[in-house]
């Protein structure tokens, strides 16, 4: 059984699409993918979503690790699998 290697990827939840550090996240998310890596992230928006939807777009898993206290953020629909 080949060993999965996760990278997870810390940043701020307020860059939106379309903002440089949302686009640089979801870069490296796509280029994580693209190297067999999967990706974890705070499963929720700016950089969390950037570099999920990166992984994701380059067919990569993603994983978001969340927290219960945080009831009025929004997870990220679709890209990943949750782990809280």
Known sequence: ?????IVTVFGSS???EGDADY????????AL???GFSVCS??????MEAVSRG???AGGKT???????FK?????PGLMWKCA
Not at 23 to 30: Q, S
Not at 72 to 76: E, Q, S, V
Request: charged letters at 35%.
């Open 42 to 47: 705070g499963g929720y928006g700016g950089v």
């Open 1 to 5: 059984m080949e060993k999965e290697i």
């Open 33 to 35: 993918a693209k190297h």
């Open 55 to 57: 992984a994701k777009e």
């Open 14 to 16: 307020r860059p939106r």
């Open 72 to 76: 009025a953020a929004k997870l990220i």
């Open 23 to 30: 686009e640089e996240a979801r870069i490296l998310g796509r």
């Open 63 to 69: 994983v978001g690790v969340t927290a219960d206290f």
